[in-house]
């Protein structure tokens, strides 16, 4: 069992609809990320959270909408998304940002827009 | 600039056959990590190994070996008497240790294990 958990596993929403993207870990770590992958390709990062503050934000539209509102938890707000942005989303943690410990990843949350 | 080369795309192997995966890694970091996630369908990245730069060792756990040579900037991941349970994405990363440190994935490696 993964020890970051994603919700929900599959959400299908509209182009007008609002929704989020949940994440937790347990394991202490103070770094969180979000990635977004296609199929066929590598992950590739959206954003990271250090100490929950935001560190790194890679140009991502503003209809993606990070939140990290403690320690353990990571949000992502969707709203107007676009059938392009169709994808999973992968949620990662580490002790830090800057250490070699690895990141952790949950099972993704693969989205649907219509 | 950081950049990670897993040239093969695809690699299809019969069961119990040795598998290697390449991996090339370009750094101009004097300090860096490499890691190798395996991802299956579900599509959680599952963490396989880390090697620091300054740790040439090789390392071998169960059937999967790990070749780390800095003179040619290669990381290559060997699965012996691989098994159908193998087949997965396999991702090679770096990760360097400056500001706006993130990681660095290569395109992957689809591996399929047939019976």
């Known amino acids: 069992d993964t020890e970051v958990t994603q919700t929900p596993k599959h959400l299908v929403m509209g182009m007008t609809n609002k929704k989020s993207l949940k994440c937790e870990q347990h394991?202490?770590?103070?770094?969180m990320y979000w990635y977004k992958q296609k199929a066929k390709k590598p992950p590739e990062l959206m954003f990271v959270?250090?100490?929950?503050?935001?560190?790194i934000n890679e140009s991502v539209p503003s209809r993606f909408s990070p939140e990290c509102p403690n320690s353990s938890l990571l949000n992502l707000h969707l709203h107007a998304l676009q059938p392009e942005d169709s994808a999973l989303y992968l949620c990662?943690?580490?002790?830090?940002?800057?250490?070699?410990?690895?990141?952790?990843f949950g099972d993704g949350t693969r989205l649907s827009i219509l | 600039a950081q950049k990670v080369t897993q040239a093969q795309t695809e690699i299809s192997v019969v069961e119990k056959e040795d598998v290697t995966l390449d991996c090339v890694y370009e750094?101009?970091?004097?300090?860096?990590?490499l890691f190798w996630y395996k991802q299956p369908p579900s599509g959680e990245l599952v963490f396989l190994i880390r090697?620091?730069?300054?740790?040439?060792q090789n390392e071998i756990s169960g059937r999967y070996s790990w070749n780390f040579q800095k003179s040619t900037s290669s990381f290559n991941f060997t699965i012996t008497a691989s098994q159908v349970v193998d087949s997965a994405v396999y991702f090679c990363?770096?990760?360097?240790?400056?500001?706006?440190?993130?990681?660095?994935f290569g395109k992957g490696i689809t591996l399929s294990v047939r019976p």
């Open positions: 394991m202490g770590h103070r770094a």
């Open positions: 090697r620091n730069s300054f740790d040439e």
């Open positions: 959270y250090s100490y929950e503050k935001l560190s």
């Open positions: 990662a943690s580490s002790q830090d940002q800057y250490s070699n410990q690895p990141q952790h």
């Open positions: 990363a770096l990760k360097y240790t400056g500001a706006n440190s993130k990681l660095t």
């Open positions: 750094t101009r970091d004097t300090t860096y990590y």
